[in-house]
């Protein structure tokens, strides 16, 4: 069996194998093998490939900037997503304004173990993929499967766009795949997660398993929860998921991340400016609570959306 | 002690050259001056007067192949670099035809493929930048490659630049970095800005070589960088430069910079580095005053044609353009109600 965390590991061992333009370059990703052994053995298979940077996120940022300017495919870890902000300029003011300001892309990727775990806390917990997607130039993947994990990250790789990897650290672990795929589906294209026909929940990353579970329960009930798995939030596959709106009247949005101008707004923003007529009742969306992430478990649990929530929300969408 | 390269001392032909490409971009940058008045360039106009002999220098000291992030004030060094009259006024006045196409503007060009480096405003951004540029030579097994980028007395004190310059000094990296201490950031004097006694003086506390020098003067600048950029290109990690000068312009052309100091434009730090290079040229018979004068008017007709050509050059047309920042075409997403 291999796990979300392993796929990401042999995805970046093929890229280093395949690919003389690859290096990895982050904070202990070198002889440690990186915070959460993401790039465990790496450095010892591919000798001045993997190394280590100085505690300086946008130095790391900055100079895979530089890097993939004279033609290589830097990734780069950011120990958590939350980190990222101290890199921030280099991503969204230079990496992103790179190819429409010159015309020379910038094939970078950054991996930001993303989202909640139990105990992580208000600086190890958080969700960016809404804050990186807002600026123009930027890739936002976000697996949500042991598969996308590793075929996603290799496409991002083979991107010649910036791409900000969110990987979800709550799939690390415990997320288990028979296998490795040769392919997955095209970038920026989302996946059925779950046919149904009462309600389609639209979701990325960790949340996608919460929602599975809660379409386990409602179905219990009678109910059939479309799931639509978005991949990639930027850019967001409005397709898929107004063709399934289509099929069940009905939309709630589950996100792991902050409410406000985040991506379950920007999806019920879509359906609503591009689908009003396919909606039988109006869109919902659920979200973290507006609040920094706590540390304590019993107050985290109930931060994020949870298979419970989701399922009460879903009811309250279906009127039950 | 290992020994000692002895550089090629600055020839009287070296400083001819230097001066002259200083003289283009002073005049051409009193012509920016004139059409921002006149309202021709849409946005701000930074020039670099009083910090071209360092700035020269640098550009000078490159060679083909090298890279080079300037900054704000580095119209000489750019133009030393190879930029030209043409790019540069093609970027102020919105060209379609120049290489930002009108999706950037003023001192954010550059032609990133050919080593010249398009800053970005964030002060530091630049330093992390080409270090990673001199990493990436390096793994494709390129040597002997400098990378260079300049910065104020400012930017020294931002985040970008420490972590830049320690994270270049970690990988040893040939990053030759140039300090103009031009006193003023926008209005902030050096007493507002840093507290150790001069900014060379961080050198030790990042493990790398510093270098002072007097920014007026030429044959100075030219020696200071050579000898920095040998010092690069030879492994001895990077290099960094501190020259002292004063800005004789204001932050932009908006800007009367009433603040400066009188005292400090009376003194030395003061002198304009263009008017002390011609008199050496003179002085030292290297050139006659009427030839000086007429390289001036030389500088004058070029900058003129390529404004009058300029002038008649396309602007960005909104309807063409694609609007499209992912470089895959198939990224591009259409917002509908709009």
């Given at each position: ?19 003389p333009?690859?290096?990895?370059y ?18 010892k298979q ?11 996120e ?6 895979a ?14 120990q958590?997503a939350?980190?990222?902000t ?5 991503i ?7 190819y ?9 990727v950054?991996?930001?173990p ?34 996308d ?21 709550f ?8 296998g ?18 009462d ?7 960790a ?5 599975l ?5 409602l ?6 929860m ?10 967001l ?7 399934s709106v ?7 949005c589950?996100?792991?991340?902050w ?6 707004a ?6 609503t400016g ?26 985290w ?7 419970n ?12 | 002690m ?30 920016l ?27 000078f ?12 004030r580095d ?5 030393a ?15 379609q035809?120049?290489p ?5 503007g ?22 992390p ?6 990493l ?7 040597s002997?490659?400098?990378?260079a980028t ?9 985040g ?10 970690v ?5 030759v ?20 006694a001069?900014?060379v ?20 600048c030219?020696a200071t ?18 020259g ?12 009367d ?11 030395a ?22 030839e ?8 004058e007709?070029?900058v ?35």
């Amino acid at each position: 069996m291999i796990t979300y965390l392993e796929a990401i590991r042999l995805a970046q061992e093929k890229a280093l194998s395949e690919d003389p333009r690859v290096f990895l370059y982050g904070q202990d990703v070198g002889n440690f093998g990186g915070a959460f052994k993401a790039t465990k053995s790496l450095s010892k298979q591919f000798p001045g490939r993997v190394f280590d940077a100085p505690l300086s996120e946008d130095a790391i940022i900055g100079m895979a900037v530089g890097a993939a300017i004279e033609g290589m495919r830097p990734i780069v870890e950011m120990q958590f997503a939350d980190f990222s902000t101290c890199g921030f300029n280099q991503i969204v003011n230079h990496a992103a304004t790179l190819y429409y300001r010159t015309g020379v892309p910038c094939p970078i990727v950054v991996r930001l173990p993303s989202g909640g775990t139990s105990g992580g806390g208000p600086f190890h917990s958080q969700s960016m993929e809404a804050l990186y997607a807002h600026y123009p130039g930027l890739v936002v993947m976000t697996p949500a499967t042991v598969e996308d994990a590793y075929g996603m990250l290799l496409d991002a790789v083979a991107l010649d766009d910036p791409v900000i990897f969110c990987e979800h650290k709550f799939l690390y672990y415990h997320l288990k795949a028979d296998g490795l795929p040769e392919t997955v589906l095209p970038v920026g294209k989302a996946r059925l997660a779950r046919a149904g026909r009462d309600a389609t929940i639209v979701t990325h990353g960790a949340m996608l398993h919460e929602a599975l579970a809660a379409a386990v329960e409602l179905s219990e009930d009678g109910y059939e929860m479309e799931i639509v798995d978005l991949r990639t939030v930027k850019p967001l596959d409005t397709d898929t998921i107004l063709a399934s709106v289509a099929r069940t009247g009905r939309l709630l949005c589950v996100s792991e991340e902050w409410p406000w101008g985040g991506v379950a707004a920007e999806v019920i923003a879509r359906v609503t400016g591009e689908g009003f007529g396919l909606l039988d009742v109006a869109p919902m969306r659920l979200n973290a609570k507006d609040t920094p992430v706590p540390y304590h478990p019993d107050l985290w649990s109930v931060h994020r959306p949870t298979a419970n929530a989701i399922a009460d929300a879903t009811r309250r969408l279906l009127h039950i | 002690m290992p020994t000692q390269k002895v550089d090629a001392p600055v020839t009287s032909s070296d400083f001819i050259k230097a001066y002259r490409v200083m003289l283009l971009a002073r005049v051409l940058e009193e012509k920016l001056a004139s059409l921002y008045r006149a309202g021709a360039i849409k946005g701000g106009v930074f020039l670099g007067r009083g910090q071209e002999a360092l700035s020269v220098s640098v550009g000078f000291s490159l060679r083909k192949g090298d890279i080079f992030a300037p900054l704000i004030r580095d119209q000489a060094g750019r133009m030393a670099f190879g930029d030209t009259v043409l790019d540069t006024l093609r970027t102020y006045l919105g060209s379609q035809l120049g290489p930002m196409r009108g999706r950037d503007g003023n001192i954010h060009r550059g032609r990133p493929r050919e080593g010249y480096y398009a800053m970005i405003s964030h002060l530091g951004a630049m330093i992390p930048a080409v270090s990673g540029a001199l990493l990436a030579r390096r793994m494709k097994g390129e040597s002997g490659i400098v990378g260079a980028t300049c910065i104020g007395d400012g930017g020294t004190s931002t985040g970008a630049f420490h972590e830049g310059l320690n994270a270049a000094a970690v990988e040893k990296l040939p990053l030759v970095l140039v300090v103009a201490n031009n006193q003023y950031a926008y209005s902030t004097p050096n007493s507002r800005q840093f507290a150790c006694a001069d900014l060379v003086d961080k050198a030790a506390g990042y493990g790398v070589a510093g270098h002072s020098v007097d920014g007026t003067d030429l044959e100075q600048c030219l020696a200071t960088l050579r000898r920095a950029v040998r010092a690069a290109r030879d492994g001895q990690g990077p290099q960094l430069v501190v020259g002292k000068l004063l800005r004789l312009v204001g932050h932009g052309e908006h800007d009367d910079a009433s603040y400066v100091d009188p005292a400090m434009k009376a003194s030395a730090l003061g002198r304009d580095c263009l008017l002390l290079a011609e008199a050496r040229i003179i002085a030292e018979k290297w050139s006659p005053a009427d030839e000086c004068a007429k390289w001036r008017q030389q500088a004058e007709e070029e900058v003129n044609a390529t404004v009058d050509k300029v002038r008649r050059e396309p602007a960005p047309d909104p309807e063409e353009d694609d609007w499209a920042a992912f470089s895959n075409q198939d990224f591009a997403e259409h917002y509908a109600g709009v």
